[in-house]
């Protein structure tokens, strides 16, 4: 486990984030239809690691969806648990973990453009830097709140995923940011890995609710 030295906060006087760490942002997720909301409650997750789920045969022609959708939602489980425990109080960052959620090589789009990535150190410090991007604009947790799974073959499949974003402005106000990031995932033997992603304006999310200045 690593910890998030983190850099001092945005806001008045203070640097804003790098262009670096912005695009670094990008991949671990990205924004869009961004609004102020309440949430009643959270739903808790256990899970601790990618294991590969038992059972889940990909190479016979009769997919069984549901073991998919089972094995997706487990794995987005764990990332998620994975990105919070980075972005708690006492940040701690099990970045080979996160990792290992993504495949040798790497494709995101988003408005800052098209890139792609071999999962190598420099990947592990984007993300470090993107986690911490995130808490330095006032993130505090990630939810899932809906994950949608469509099979393209046997191997392949596209999952819609709702993410919601619990901040804390600069002033203490609590704002929550709904996003959709639509990702790319193939099964090896049997465990998902990320190959590629699709965000939104993100950014301009974090502007409109006061999270990065104008």
């Known amino acids: 486990m690593i910890r998030i030295e983190s850099r001092p906060d945005i806001g008045a006087g203070r640097p804003p984030p790098s262009e670096a760490e912005r695009q670094a942002a990008y991949s671990l997720g990205g924004g869009r239809k961004a609004k102020e909301t309440t949430i009643a409650g959270a739903r808790d997750r256990e899970a601790t690691s990618f294991t590969p789920p038992i059972g889940l045969d990909l190479e016979t022609k009769g997919q069984n969806l549901a073991a998919m959708t089972q094995a997706v939602e487990k794995f987005f489980a764990v990332f998620e648990a994975k990105m919070n425990s980075a972005l708690s109080d006492k940040p701690e960052v099990d970045i080979e973990s996160i ?4 495949s040798d090589s790497f494709v995101q789009s988003s408005p800052l453009g098209v890139a792609c990535h071999q999962n190598d150190g420099r990947f592990r410090r984007q993300m470090s830097m993107g986690l911490e991007f995130y808490r330095n604009i006032g993130i505090r947790c990630l939810k899932i709140t809906s994950v949608k799974v469509n ?6 499949l596209l999952s819609d995923v709702r993410w919601r974003a619990d901040c804390v402005k600069k002033d203490g106000t609590k704002v929550d940011l709904d996003f959709t990031v639509i990702y790319f995932l193939q099964f090896i033997e049997g465990a998902p890995r990320i190959f590629a992603a699709i965000a939104g304006d993100e950014q301009k999310s974090y502007r409109e609710h006061g999270l990065l200045p104008e």
């Open 151 to 156: 099979p393209l073959d046997d191997y392949h």
């Open 99 to 102: 990792a290992s959620a993504f």
